[in-house]
């Protein structure tokens, strides 16, 4: 029998119990989810920061990883809003193709390419390049952006072109460029045992395939769906998407408050 059955009590008196009721449906609420699901090559942003030798990074590869191409995904994309998420371990050529803020457009008179491997998340922000959402793209249109970590002893230090006699600057610092999905043994670092794979002390909050291939036994799942984190969640706090997500609990609260007045 549910508590507010019991018409016995008078409504206010039921108000505890309806209360209880209500709050214990809430965990069982399921957000949807908004990963972005992209193909295995196209076009995409690249922007680059600075990220130290040795440093482990959000999906738990080992700090040798440093030592060769690595880069971060935006957050949607990534999988997870936190920790390890299903792009982890996987590898991409990532190709310059032209700078996009600068005017005009620098096209390079040569093709850089790089193989990266993804060790880490780029935040979900409501600016930015790591921004793109399964609601819209980011800045440049695209709803992938690569943050490369760079400079690196990895990556010649004149990787990215410039022409600063026309433009007064080096670093154009957002880059369009085409991505493709490789296997990993095309990466620098695959020859070296001490590169691959996850941080063993870590236990479960790391998760770095060698090679993933997009199975479930060889590719990582998300960890904030698997702890309950909505996937939209900032570093700077909770964000919620829509007023639309509240809408079942708000129908669930007034069907059971019903009941009892």
């Known amino acids: 029998m549910l508590p507010w059955s019991n018409f016995s009590k008078t409504p206010w008196s039921q108000l505890p119990s309806f209360i209880f009721t209500f ?10 989810s908004e990963w972005i699901d992209y193909s295995s090559d196209g076009y995409a942003t690249m922007t680059h920061y600075s990220l130290p030798e040795n440093f482990i990074a959000a999906c738990g590869c080992t700090s040798t990883s440093t030592d060769y191409p690595t880069a971060a995904m935006n957050q949607m994309a990534y999988g997870s809003s936190t920790s390890y998420g299903p792009a982890c371990g996987q590898c991409f050529n990532l190709t310059l193709l032209n700078s996009f803020l600068s005017n005009p457009p620098f096209y390079p008179n040569v093709t850089k390419s790089v193989v990266i491997k993804v ?19 980011n800045a440049g249109s695209h709803y992938l952006n690569f943050d490369l970590a ?3 002893s990895s990556i010649p230090n004149d990787f990215f072109p410039s022409n600063e006699p026309l433009y007064g600057y080096t670093d154009f610092g957002v880059w369009n460029i085409s991505y493709q999905s490789v296997s990993c043994t095309n990466w620098k670092g695959w020859n070296n045992a001490a590169a691959l794979g996850s941080v063993v002390n870590l236990g479960y909050s790391a998760c770095c395939p060698n090679n993933p291939a997009g199975s479930t036994n060889d590719t990582c799942p998300s960890y904030s769906d698997d702890s309950g984190i909505p996937p939209d969640t900032q570093t ?26």
């Open 150 to 152: 760079w400079p690196s």
């Open 119 to 137: 060790t880490d998340l780029c935040p979900l922000s409501h600016s930015g390049w790591c921004n793109a959402t399964t609601h819209g793209p």
């Open 23 to 32: 709050l214990s449906f809430l965990p069982h609420i399921s957000w949807a």
């Open 236 to 261: 700077s706090g909770f964000a919620i998407r829509s007023p639309i997500s509240l809408l079942p609990i708000v129908t669930l609260a007034v069907s059971l408050l019903s009941h009892v007045l």
